[in-house]
């Protein structure tokens, strides 16, 4: 009986750990916060529905969120056309630009879901505000993707 009652316990805690949202830190570097955004993206409904969209508005830089808007409005942008080409990626290439000491560039190379691939600017700013999260490198914005190629 103990093991019936074990395992069920071993999967929920297993699929709580999981779940737990990567918050910004000032430990994070750039190139790992754009990282955890697209690796979440690339899996976007694991391991809940949108999960991926979630862990990227963590990294969204303030002045950014006060753009872009609340959670639901940030999920509806990356659902548009222009965006969407994110959700559930088969892969991409991470390529620094330039940092510099409250910024930095990256140009992403993303292959989508249906084999095209596509170029993106991916810009990051150090939070110098006062707050939870002073000195963190966090997303100030994101390119309108650029088509590189297409397998079709």
């Known amino acids: 009986m103990r093991i019936i009652l074990t395992i069920p316990f071993i999967i929920f805690f297993t699929t709580s750990l999981s779940a737990e949202i ?3 830190n000032p430990n994070i570097q750039p190139e790992d916060v754009v990282r955890i955004q697209l690796n ?3 899996q976007n409904n694991e391991p809940y529905l949108n999960a991926g969209i979630e862990q990227t508005w963590e990294f969204a830089h303030p002045s950014n969120r006060a753009f872009t808007g609340p959670i639901e409005k940030f999920t509806q942008m990356i659902y548009a056309p222009f965006y969407s080409v994110m959700i559930n990626h088969e892969k991409h290439n991470i390529l620094e630009v330039k940092v510099e000491e409250n910024t930095a560039y990256f140009f992403i190379e993303l292959t ?3 084999g095209k691939m596509y170029g993106f600017q991916w810009t990051l700013n150090k939070v110098l505000e006062d707050g939870i999260y002073k000195n963190c490198w966090m997303t100030i914005g994101v390119s309108q993707p650029m088509l590189l190629s297409s397998s079709s």
């Open 40 to 42: 979440s993206l690339m």
């Open 22 to 24: 990567k918050k910004p």
């Open 112 to 114: 989508s879901d249906e």
